[in-house]
């Protein structure tokens, strides 16, 4: 490992495929991982809470004591606003570490639709499509990482992620 741990930031609408690359990333740097959603339905279950931005701050607190103490940092969520993403980078910034922000895709409308269900799909095209939306997924303000799932297998993804992530 580096002298500086790396926060993986990933970030994408549900069904481009960011779960599955996020872990195998994390599986093959050993790193921390987390998942927005499964932080999120936890604390659903045990405290019968309806969660808003508690799971974003929650992995923040997690990621934090990981970085602190050396471990890379793979975090999985879709990510849709421009400060959030910014208080993940904040996060690295804080401990003095790297980060990569990494925006998974899937092009090919078509694709990406066979990978949901249908009440999935029509949550996506709202979260595209509907400004208004409070999960509306935002244009991105800076610089990122961009792998685009469509037609490709998840190796030839995850080769494009090693590359473009320098490892």
Same mark, same amino acid.
């Not at 799971?55 to 934090?64: D, M, P, S, T």
């Not at 990978?115 to 095209?125: D, G, L």
């Given at each position: 490992m580096s002298s500086s741990p790396t926060l993986y $930031?990933?970030? /994408?609408?549900? /069904?481009? /495929? !960011?779960?599955?690359?996020?872990?195998?990333?994390? !599986?093959?740097?050993?790193?921390?991982?987390?998942r927005i959603d499964t932080i999120e339905q936890g604390i659903r279950e045990l405290c019968d809470y309806n969660v808003q931005g508690e799971?974003? +701050?929650?992995?923040? +607190? $997690?990621?934090?004591d990981n970085l602190k103490i050396g471990n890379n940092v793979v975090s999985d969520q879709c990510n849709p606003a421009n400060f959030? +993403?910014?208080? &993940?980078?904040?996060v690295a910034i804080k401990n003095h570490? !790297?980060?990569?922000? $990494? *925006?998974?895709i899937c092009s090919d409308k078509t694709e990406h639709k066979k990978?949901?269900?249908?009440?999935?799909?029509?949550? $996506?095209?709202r979260r595209e499509q509907d400004k208004t939306y409070s999960m509306y997924y935002?244009? &991105?303000? *800076?610089?990122?990482?961009?792998?685009?799932?469509?037609? !490709?297998?998840?190796?030839?993804c995850v080769k494009e992620l090693m590359k473009k992530t320098e490892l």
């Open positions: $930031i990933f970030s /994408g609408l549900p /069904g481009v /495929g !960011k779960t599955t690359l996020a872990k195998i990333l994390a !599986k093959n740097l050993n790193a921390v991982y987390l799971g974003y +701050r929650l992995a923040y +607190r $997690i990621a934090e959030v +993403r910014k208080e &993940w980078n904040a570490c !790297k980060y990569l922000n $990494i *925006e998974v990978r949901t269900t249908s009440p999935v799909w029509e949550e $996506i095209m935002e244009t &991105w303000e *800076e610089e990122h990482i961009i792998i685009d799932t469509a037609n !490709k297998s998840v190796e030839e």
